[in-house]
Every structure is written in C-alpha cells, then in structure tokens.
Nanobody
Framework: QVQLVESGGGSVQAGGSLRLSCAAS????????MSWFRQTPEKEREGVAC????????YYDDSVKGRFTISQNHAKNTIYLQINSLKPEDTALYYC??????????????????WGQGTQVTVSS
C-alpha cells in the first residue's frame, strides 16, 4: 500500500504562484509514475502533469504547458507541482496519484492504484 498526502493549496490572485507537494509513504518501491490531476464540480478529473519515477520524464496537458512544472525529490519520496501565472480556470481540487504498472496512458484515471485526498486551489481574478 502507498499513502499519498497533498499539501500546498490555497487561495491566490490571478497571476500568482503555488507549489503543491505530494508526499508518498508505505510501499513506494514499485511506483512507476506519479501524476497530478484536477477536478471541479463541472468537469471530470483531468490529468495535468506526470513524472516517470525512474527516468524522470515529464508530460503535461497542453493547457498547462509553460506554466506548470512537475518535479520529484527521491530522498523525500515527494513530487511537486509548481504552478505559475495562475488563472481563475485553474481553480480546482488537485489530486496526486501513483501507479505501479505501465501500459496505461498517464491521463487515464484507471491507470492509478493510489490517490491522495486532494488539495484545493482557488484563483480569484
């Protein structure tokens, strides 16, 4: 089992920045990749960024490229999401997810074994 705990959300003005953290604990040795998703009451959960733990390869949704940066700290079993130039449409509950298997496109929620509880990001104009 892997436990994921997100932190770093908050309320910010448009144009501001936030750094979200996701700390993993438990049986993390088999984790293949981790991602950030976000969800609002009006939209389905969508993947915004992914990092492959071994190679460090990163992937982003087109809507966030250039503004979001996903990174990892192996020693702390933590991934981060740096969000710059925040927009009101970035308002959402942001989730961290981890997968122990390959073969499913990173944006598909069914590819993940473990999910955190989420951290809220609210951006005001």
């Amino acid at each position: 089992q892997v436990q994921l705990v997100e932190s770093g959300g908050g309320s910010v003005q448009a144009g501001g920045s936030l750094r979200l953290s996701c700390a993993a604990s438990g049986d993390t040795a088999n984790t293949k990749y981790m991602s950030w998703f976000r969800q609002t009451p009006e939209k389905e959960r969508e993947g915004v960024a992914c990092i492959f733990i071994g190679a460090g390869s990163t992937y982003y949704d087109d809507s966030v490229k250039g503004r979001f940066t996903i990174s990892q700290n192996h020693a702390k079993n933590t991934i981060y999401l740096q969000i710059n130039s925040l927009k009101p449409e970035d308002t959402a509950l942001y989730y961290c997810a981890a997968s122990t298997r390959f073969g499913v496109y990173w944006k598909y929620t069914n590819g993940y074994n473990y999910w955190g509880q989420g951290t809220q990001v609210t951006v005001s104009s």
